[in-house]
């Protein structure tokens, strides 16, 4: 069971919901920056969560399936193309030998995932196949994937049913002009009255030079009452991070473990996926929630992923 | 040992970690209680516990919240109320035994660019700011920016020396640099504006490695002029 990569895109690579336990390392998690995608084409194959995946930028790959498998598709909207045809994304799809997976423009969002049933089978770095560009490990061999790649894919649950679709209330998410939801960071109490509610008001445009270590933001400038050195602690993917310049910047999923600038706020888990498929030009807003509506958003989340998950046990063979 | 401050904070950053602050300081007592807490609440190990990471004066507590549930308080509440009781215990444990490294390195040069820049500003010769760094050992207050960079301090006043204005867009792997009174090694070639002294051959994150990275927070470094 494998697959090729007949043309490389800008940036594809295996990717899985990362690594955890080595933080205190300097080790990032990693991992898809479009979690909540992952899961949801993981449980509507049959696989484990956590399975690998190929995560995609635009132009993405082609990619050409070695084997007969089923499929799925969903992140952004690239449209994508099997043998010339249209498909349906958030679908799981039965695919032939030698045929051939493509996207043919962009729409919206950044970033696309491709899952396969039974995962895409990688080596391992510290318990996770997600592939670490800056230590070169993890994925395949570390690094992004180049035209000629061949991956194998697992033989486990390769049958199965397929043409089951996730609903809307899990993939009607993305948003031109999304706001995210944040609760308040450590730091959120050094800014100045004035900057605190721009923040909330006002819009910010995503930049070109945004990528999977984070999100740069054009907008209006926030400032904190004094700009003392802050000593180096935490942070973690979708906190929001005040630059020196005055600006925000949501960290991705290969941001650093620590920082020193202020940590205003954090995007909730259940808009992370919406911060993560911003692309360039498009317009953010932020909203401020308590932690109680943040931890309901993440319960109606896992809700809606659970049912599709019991849904498809119902209808399995 | 002086008697510690036992008052601390814990806030949230987000719905699935904790923030133990000690404060706003960069002080061995404090990071040795930092260390000794994230090491106590690994080991006491919570269900619902991904993991603890310690860094110069807060630890950073991250968890599952799907796995912390109860009817009335909400997943960062109940982990609160387990920090709350590890917390005060982790401090009266900590005696943990501190690893020394020997770091070997060549100084100035094309390995310390900066070198000269350091003297100059701090009113000594070449000679004397390696004498001087080589004169103490370095505590490893955290690791972070890059995989198993150590953030070592404290310096000597007399070579603390603020950052280049310009960061450099290419830092060769190895390099040792002064920001501040802090100093530390760059595990890889990455940018950084840290004031290059001097280099190391010594590998600081081995991916392949079982242990991949060289130090652990707590550990003690010294720097010793390489032959």
């Not at chain 1, 952004?76 to 030998?97: D, N, Y």
């Not at chain 2, 290059?196 to 002029?225: H, Q």
Request: proline content about 6%; overall charge negative; glycine content about 10%.
């Amino acid at each position: 069971m494998s697959l090729k990569i007949t043309k490389a895109g800008i940036l594809d690579t295996v990717q899985d919901l990362g690594r955890t336990g080595y933080r205190a390392l300097g080790v990032n998690p990693g991992g898809a920056a479009d979690r909540d995608a992952v899961r949801i084409l993981n449980t509507l194959l049959g696989n484990d969560e956590n399975a690998a995946v190929i995560e995609m930028h635009f132009p993405a790959a082609t990619i050409e399936f070695e084997t007969d498998s089923v499929i799925a598709v969903g992140g952004a909207h690239f449209r994508p193309h099997l043998e010339g045809f249209s498909i349906p994304e958030w679908t799981s799809l039965p695919v032939k030998k030698s045929e051939s997976l493509s996207f043919a423009g962009r729409n919206y969002g950044a970033r696309v995932y491709l899952a396969v049933r039974g995962g895409i089978e990688t080596e391992q770095w510290l318990g996770s196949s997600s592939t670490n560009l800056f230590v070169k490990a993890g994925g395949a061999g570390g690094r992004r994937l180049e035209k000629g790649d061949v991956l194998g894919t697992g033989i486990e649950n390769a049958f199965g049913p397929s043409g089951l679709r996730a609903g809307r209330t899990l993939t009607e998410r993305f948003l031109r002009r999304p706001v995210l939801r944040v609760t308040e960071g450590p730091e959120n109490n050094l800014l100045t009255a004035f900057s605190a509610n721009a923040f909330e008001i006002e819009e910010f445009e995503v930049r070109p030079d945004s990528n999977r270590m984070g999100i740069r933001l054009d907008g209006p400038q926030i400032h904190t009452v004094d700009d003392g050195e802050l000593v180096s602690s935490a942070v973690a993917p979708g906190t929001i991070q005040l630059l020196p310049d005055g600006s925000p910047l949501i960290l991705g999923a290969d941001s650093q473990t620590t920082g020193g600038y202020p940590r205003i706020a954090r995007v909730i888990s259940a808009d992370l996926s919406l911060a993560a498929q911003a692309s360039h030009g498009d317009r953010v807003r932020f909203r401020a929630v308590s932690l109680e509506e943040a931890y309901a958003a993440m319960c109606r989340f896992e809700k809606d992923l659970s049912f599709l998950r019991l849904g498809l046990r119902f209808r399995a063979p | 040992m002086k008697a510690e401050p036992l008052d601390f904070e814990i806030l949230p950053l987000g719905e699935d970690c904790a923030v133990i602050s000690l404060g706003n300081v960069i002080s061995e007592d404090v990071n040795r209680r930092a260390v000794s807490i994230a090491e106590a609440v690994n080991s006491f190990g919570f269900e619902a516990l991904i993991e603890a990471a310690p860094a110069y004066s807060s630890v950073a507590v991250y968890y599952d919240p799907r796995k912390a549930r109860s009817g009335v308080m909400t997943p960062f509440q109940i982990v609160r109320t387990l920090l709350k009781q590890i917390v005060p215990a982790a401090v009266t444990s900590a005696t943990a035994e501190e690893r020394v490294h020997t770091v070997p390195a060549t100084f100035g040069g094309e390995h310390g660019p900066d070198l000269k820049e350091v003297a100059d500003r701090r009113g000594l010769s070449a000679d004397e700011v390696v004498e001087i760094f080589l004169s103490r050992n370095y505590r490893v207050f955290m690791l972070g920016f890059l995989p198993g960079f150590p953030y070592l301090g404290t310096l000597d006043q007399r070579i603390a020396t603020s950052r280049r204005s310009t960061p450099r867009t290419l830092v060769p792997a190895g390099s040792i640099g002064i920001a501040g009174s802090q100093t530390g090694i760059y595990p890889f070639d990455s940018p950084g504006g840290w004031q290059l002294i001097g280099r190391t051959d010594v590998i600081v994150f081995d991916p392949g490695s079982e242990e991949p990275a060289m130090f652990r927070p707590g550990d003690s470094v010294r720097f010793t002029e390489a032959p």
